[in-house]
């Protein structure tokens, strides 16, 4: 039986298909695209593949145009998600049945993508847990993997630390002068890590896209518990924080920042006290979110994580840099 290819627009159907999936991550989520869709002017399409009325696939499509210049990506650039692109709801079945599966449900997408779009560039970006790239090589895409660490949590803090690099052991178990505290804020905390992170990014000549509204909106409509934004205070002083958002036990370091201090490892001490708050938020996993930049890999290297990866799969005449600067006049 072959795939069928629907555009739905139930978001109580989305987000179960979404919950059901064993490869999606939070940004699937029916709110997340949602505002993707709003804060980037995109057009959005949730597709979903049935074999008959059993659902086999989602995948978000976000089509932008201007002028003769038409592309589809999942997800836009701008606006900090990593992962998105197609999920299966099911793993179960031999094989044989998955690769079908998989393949009938990719190539399905493409032919609606060539009918109903005919865009000139495509690019998605899986997630980790999206492991069959093929039926994308099988159909023109390159494809390219990408690298995150992810930390396994566990329920036992002091293991967990015991895997940790020596000189990040000897920083956290050190007697601090000043008290300090790490606890889950509020919207005042989402706008102070953005607004350290928009400073940090120009102070080093960098554009920082992510808009503020954008970020306060999924606050608001993600389900609670879904976005947690961990504030790291020193005597009494905000010097740190990340936004991170969570989905069926991984928890992702989504926004960072922190003021720096000679005298005390913002960075180390939060990431570690989120680690600790983590089994009790059902949390088994957490995602650096990035190791491909080297010096950056290097530092979150120090808590053990294991390397994993996904995929930028596109296909097009456009280059990257000129796609993103047609997109950015959109």
């Excluded at 627009?9 to 997340?32: F, G, K, M, Y």
């Excluded at 038409?70 to 690769?99: H, K, Q, T």
Aim: glycine share 6%; net charge negative.
């Amino acid at each position: 039986m072959t795939v069928t290819i629907e555009r739905t627009e139930d978001e109580t159907e989305w987000n179960r298909l979404v919950d059901r999936s064993p490869q999606t991550a939070v940004c699937h989520r029916h709110e997340w695209i949602r505002t993707i869709a709003e804060f980037s002017d995109a057009r959005l399409h949730p597709l979903v593949g049935y074999r008959g009325d059993d659902p086999v696939g989602l995948l978000p499509l976000f089509d932008l145009r201007k002028g003769p210049v038409s592309v589809v990506f999942s997800p836009p650039p701008d606006v900090g998600v990593e992962y998105l692109g197609p999920a299966l709801v099911s793993e179960d079945g031999s094989r044989r049945s998955r690769d079908a599966a998989c393949r009938e449900f990719v190539e399905s997408c493409l032919e609606y993508v060539e009918s109903e779009l005919a865009p000139q560039f495509v690019y998605l970006k899986t997630t980790t847990r999206f492991e069959d790239v093929r039926p994308f090589q099988w159909n023109g895409f390159d494809v390219e993997p990408k690298f995150t660490f992810v930390v396994d949590v566990g329920d036992d803090p002091e293991r967990l630390q015991a895997g940790f690099s020596r000189s990040l052991r000897r920083t956290l178990n050190t007697e601090f002068e000043r008290p300090y505290e790490v606890t889950v804020g509020g919207e005042s905390t989402v706008a102070f890590v953005h607004r350290e992170m928009r400073n940090r990014y120009e102070a080093q000549g960098k554009r920082f896209a992510i808009d503020l509204d954008y970020v306060k909106a999924l606050y608001e409509r993600l389900p609670e518990g879904s976005v947690l934004p961990y504030r790291c205070e020193v005597d009494g002083e905000l010097v740190g924080g990340k936004v991170c958002v969570g989905h069926e036990g991984v928890l992702y370091s989504w926004l960072e920042s922190g003021i720096p201090d000679p005298d005390f490892p913002v960075n180390e001490v939060t990431t570690w006290e989120i680690l600790r708050d983590a089994p009790s938020r059902g949390v088994t996993a957490y995602d650096l979110y990035g190791a491909d930049v080297a010096n950056i890999a290097f530092f979150k290297s120090k808590f053990n994580p294991d390397l994993v990866h996904s995929y930028t799969v596109s296909k097009g005449s456009l280059p990257m840099r000129l796609l993103e600067r047609v997109y950015r006049r959109l």
